[in-house]
């Protein structure tokens, strides 16, 4: 194996721990439990491991033999001030949102492959959170990342879509879901200017993603995105809730 090859490798093994550490939370991971999960020799996550720590991007956690995410993580997403800036400008319209319909609301971004939650949004202590700020499913997952999706070049999306072909397979699904689902998925959503999931993931519940685009060279796409009981999305609640949202978040359509 040449070096170059090794080299990356060793990168991605790195930032598949930095993302499985990402949701294990405070207590973090046993070294055996993140090669589990990121399918590693043990030997060589050790390695990983060690790296990390030495340039504080995890760190031991209470637990012995656990690790969790460093402190460096932190500092890192306190200097990217160009999201921030953005969430601050579409926060309001989401919680104007959430307080109208009692929704859960969810500000998507893309991060590689994946879609990540850079913010979220709830007026209701009864609703359960489908995911929280950080958590990410593959790109074509939900209808927030096929809003995403739906904003780019088409061979730019097509080339996510078949990158996350087998993962599509495993992520926990109540119907079934392929390249060729989210390709028809990503399809409609350019059509009709938003997506729609009816009921892939969640029992009883759909979900409906607003595509945002940048507006210039200093932001991101995102989308805001949120579930609702599939019994209420006919076609004209579905157009009424959308343009509902289009209402509260005002100016940052522009």
């Not at 043990?42 to 209470?62: D, N, P, T």
Request: proline share 4%; hydrophobic share 45%; net charge neutral.
């Amino acid at each position: 194996m040449s070096g170059s090859v090794a080299s990356s490798l060793n990168a991605e093994r790195a930032l598949e721990i930095l993302i499985v550490l990402g949701d294990a939370g405070p207590d973090g991971l046993s070294l055996a439990e993140i090669a589990r999960r990121t399918g590693s020799a043990k030997s060589a996550a050790h390695r990983s491991v060690a790296s990390l720590l030495q340039k504080g991007f995890a760190e031991a956690a209470g637990r012995y033999g656990h690790y969790r995410l460093g402190p460096a993580i932190q500092m890192l997403a306190k200097r990217q001030e160009r999201l921030e800036s953005q969430i601050q400008l579409i926060r309001p319209g989401m919680t104007e949102f959430a307080r109208r319909t009692g929704f859960t609301v969810y500000l998507m971004v893309q991060a590689g492959v994946d879609a990540v939650c850079a913010e979220m949004v709830s007026r209701s202590t009864r609703r359960q959170f489908t995911m929280g700020v950080g958590a990410r499913v593959p790109m074509g997952v939900a209808a927030g990342s096929v809003a995403l999706l739906s904003m780019l070049p088409e061979d730019n999306a097509a080339q996510i879509i078949e990158a996350n072909s087998e993962r599509y397979a495993t992520h926990p699904a109540l119907r079934h879901v392929d390249a060729g689902v989210v390709t028809k998925l990503v399809s409609e959503a350019r059509g009709r200017g938003y997506a729609v999931n009816m009921g892939y993931y969640l029992p009883g519940e759909g979900g409906i993603g607003l595509p945002v685009p940048r507006r210039g060279q200093y932001e991101v796409n995102v989308a805001v995105s949120f579930n609702a009981p599939l019994e209420l999305m006919n076609d004209v609640w579905i157009a009424e809730i959308v343009e509902n949202l289009r209402e509260c978040l005002g100016g940052t359509l522009l």
